[in-house]
């Protein structure tokens, strides 16, 4: 009887334990207060501020009436191995020590390894009690050092190993703040005690052909698979048709571009092939063009933008029998995101359309102009492309040549389809654009020697070079010079077409390396690294191949509570990357000498929901502050970090994100926007006590100011002393602040920012100081 309560209990309690996730926020509780940490509140069977962690063949997660206070504790049970977890987040005082208490009880719990069922303290240095077979009530009791974490998760699982059976009850857990720091923020900054210069190149930039990174962000074409890659009506087409039982078919014998051609077949009724979820503005002009050709019994062909409220249309007449371009021209006089393109027909016989494109007419070279300007704000001194693992299958030479006859792919990493429209001429466009260096990465994936050296030859050889010839063909006379290439992307991951081990891999890059090189020895090659048994073997074995290597890293919020804990991934990781390729510079034989730095070609956050397309997720404040002090830890580092590219800059995991109509700098670009322009050139050292504080100084070129980067990860107002030694403040210090209402908000596209950089606003506290909670700051001091 008492098991058939369980199982009628997990009929509702399965459906809401899972509605909060280690992705939330943890907001209004006190320091050291676990919520419902003895499961009293219950509410529509709902164990309220728990989540029961749910996997294949998990265990049942439920409340029950054993409790040893109160009427209710947790509990989990499983008939047969299973993985179960209760989790619950606390706030936690930074450099404090608690002690945790709770009672654990087991039933017939048989472990499938060895631990059996615990409480960990998720996040903190803590080794939990387990427990196996059969205990009453049992008291476990763990004192700890929180360090500079402010949050923890209370983790009752079935097993330490993973998976177990049978039964174990959680109740009565609570934390007690035993010890806390007194802490007195108050530094010393040595104008005199000086490390090597920052590279500009840590302000880089990684684009990627992913989501909407390309298509649907920086580029400005508005018409999704508009090469037809997928037929009209097929699931993964946006193309819809309408009218009363079209015929389409797919033209294969003389398609204009790809593999086949839609045709509408006509007799003398009105099928609609159509486009919805078309953006407009109100007074904005928009240009494109279609390719059609067409049977004689034809009449016309009629292209239609419509909305509520809004209706306009190009006639075409005259139609030829062989593949003719059209233009296109409307006015908008509404905003909508849900406008439609139509294309419709008068006539008998085939009408067959072989692509067409929709642009808003402010569109600067094919880009569009609002993300243009977006990106100018962000300055970046290089921009990687075209990935990512996209590269690993991605001939570039699919992207060469007239826009609408190069072939639409599917993408060969990624979902969605590549329409080629964006390629090696319109990169080196938007790096003309922006002001920028082009960093390409080669497909040492999929592809191969030959390929790679072409592609060096087609943007930096002579116009006399068979690529260079083509190049010329193609509208660039002149070499374009690119400096900065990579010899493929995480060539370590299962997930990478052309996965390799690293014996083949250090053969594979060299050979690159001797190909490229053999075209243009100027140019500078970037390994595939990453940390650990792989790094050491292409560090020990192609060092005179390479002038820096790469590192990526990604970090979640799965200690989601904690915004201090949040902020200090990004920064943690750096630091873990720098400190490994110090060790091998004292292990690996001849490495010191030759000054090889990691290039930290792509970084971020990365978790959430995807709102912006493919990965597309939104960042709040609390990821900006990570990015800010991934920042200050990058200057610390500037002696072996040269390079460093934000991923992926527009949507995506991005600093900039768009809508059809509008786009925003995002929290983590008001960042990079704000250090790109104020920070200083020359680290300079910080010495003292900086805590709770993220802290960094530097001169600027001229020595003439003092720069500061202060990010303050905690709720409270910092107040804090500088003593500035090896040189004199003078007047006329500015700062400025990035603010927003709680560490949860975010900028949309179309909406008033509420992340924003506040300043520059004169400062004259001398050398005291303060700082916002939960805020980016930068002060500029003049010295004298």
């Known amino acids: 009887m008492k098991k058939l309560i369980y199982l009628i209990l997990t009929v509702f309690i399965l459906v809401s334990c899972n509605a909060g996730t280690e992705d939330q926020p943890l907001t209004g509780s006190k320091w050291g207060e676990l919520r419902n940490g003895s499961a009293e509140d219950v509410v529509s069977s709902e164990v309220m501020y728990w989540s029961g962690e749910s996997r294949p063949g998990s265990a049942t997660h439920f409340y029950d009436f054993e409790a040893v206070n109160g009427n209710k504790s947790l509990t989990i049970f499983s008939d047969s191995p299973s993985y179960g977890r209760w989790y619950n987040k606390v706030n936690l005082k930074p450099w404090s020590r608690y002690r945790f208490t709770a009672y654990v009880k087991t039933e017939d719990l048989e472990p499938a390894r ?11 240095d803590v080794e939990p009690a387990d427990f196996t077979g059969d205990n009453d009530w049992s008291l476990v009791e763990y004192e700890f050092e929180t360090g500079n974490n402010d949050a923890a998760i209370v983790s009752c699982v079935l097993s330490l190993d993973g998976q177990a059976s049978g039964r174990a009850w959680f109740d009565d857990m609570k934390f007690e703040l035993l010890s806390e720091e007194d802490i007195s923020t108050s530094f010393v900054i040595d104008a005199a005690s000086k490390n090597e210069e920052i590279s500009e190149y840590i302000y880089g930039q990684f684009i990627e052909h992913l989501g909407r990174c390309i298509y649907g962000g920086i580029w400005a ?15 993964q087409s946006p193309w819809k048709l309408k009218g009363d039982e079209p015929v389409l078919r797919a033209e294969t014998g003389d398609p204009f571009v790809g593999e086949h051609a839609p045709c509408l077949v006509l007799n003398n009724d009105d099928p609609v092939l159509y486009q919805d979820e078309l953006g407009l503005l109100d007074g904005m002009n928009y240009e494109g063009r279609i ?5 004689r019994g034809i009449k016309n062909v009629k292209v239609k933008l419509t909305a509520d409220d809004y209706s306009e249309e190009v006639l075409i007449e005259a139609l030829k029998a062989g593949y003719s371009k059209y233009p296109l021209a409307f006015s908008s006089t509404v905003f909508t995101h849900n406008a439609s393109l139509e294309i419709s027909a008068e006539g008998r016989g085939r009408l067959y359309i072989g692509t067409l494109s929709l642009m808003p007419a402010d569109n600067v070279n094919g880009f569009r102009k609002d993300v243009l300007a977006l990106l100018k704000e962000l300055d970046s001194p290089v921009y990687r492309w075209p990935g ?41 466009q938007l790096c003309r654009l922006l002001d920028t260096e082009p960093y390409i990465a080669v497909n040492a994936g999929l592809g191969g020697v030959e390929q790679a050296r072409q592609q060096v030859e087609y943007c930096n050889g002579d116009a006399d070079t068979p690529m260079g010839r083509l190049r010329a063909k193609n509208g660039d006379p002149e070499a374009w010079n690119v400096e900065w290439w990579s010899i493929g992307n995480e060539m370590y991951g ?66 989601g509570g904690g915004l201090m804990t949040h ?19 004292e292990e690996i034989p001849g490495l010191a000498d030759k000054n090889i730095r990691i290039c930290m070609d792509e970084y971020n956050y990365w978790y959430g929901p995807h709102i912006y397309g493919e990965l597309g997720t939104r960042y709040f404040m609390r990821d900006a502050m990570g990015i800010a002090a991934g920042m200050n830890e990058f200057y610390r580092q500037s002696d072996i970090i040269y390079m460093a590219n934000y991923a992926q800059t527009v949507n995506v995991i991005g600093a900039i994100k768009t809508n059809t109509t509008h786009s925003v700098m995002a ?10 322009a104020q920070y200083g050139k020359t680290p300079v050292s910080v010495s003292g006590e900086t805590r709770p504080l993220d802290v960094t100084a530097a001169l600027t070129a001229g020595s003439d100011t003092l720069v500061i980067s202060a990010v303050n990860p905690t709720w409270e107002e910092v107040q804090f002393d500088i003593d500035i030694q090896n040189a004199a403040a003078g007047d006329g210090a ?12 975010y900028n949309e596209p179309g909406k008033p920012e509420s992340v924003v950089i506040d300043g520059p606003v004169e400062f004259t506290g001398n050398n005291s100081f303060k700082v916002d909670p939960v805020s980016i700051n930068i002060f500029r001091i003049p010295l004298k």
């Open 114 to 124: 060895e631990r059996g069922a615990a409480i960990r303290i998720d996040g903190m």
């Open 494 to 559: 299962g997930w990478q077409l052309g996965h390799m081990s690293t014996d083949e891999f250090v053969e594979k890059h060299n050979a690159f390396a001797g190909a490229m090189r053999s075209v243009d020895p100027d140019i500078s090659l970037v390994a595939v690294g990453e940390v650990g048994d792989w790094d050491e073997m292409i560090l020990a074995n192609c060092a005179d191949n390479m002038d820096l290597i790469s590192e990526h890293f990604y970090r979640q919020d799965w200690h």
């Open 567 to 585: 902020v200090l991934q990004i920064p943690r990781a750096i630091k873990g990357k720098a400190d490994a390729h110090r060790r091998y510079r």
């Open 291 to 295: 390719v059609l050709k067409a049977d």
């Open 388 to 428: 990512g693992n996209f590269v690993s299958g991605y001939d570039w030479k699919d992207g060469i040549g007239p826009r609408d006859k190069r072939p639409p792919r599917k993408n060969p990493a990624w979902t969605g389809v590549e329409h080629n429209d964006v390629g090696m001429h319109e990169f080196i």
């Open 734 to 745: 500015l700062q400025w602040s990035i603010t927003a209402p709680d560490d949860m908000a």
């Open 667 to 676: 929290s983590t670009g008001q960042v990079l926007k704000l250090y790109r």
């Open 221 to 235: 074409e508005m018409l999704k698979d508009r090469k037809f890659y997928y037929m009209p009506g097929e699931r």
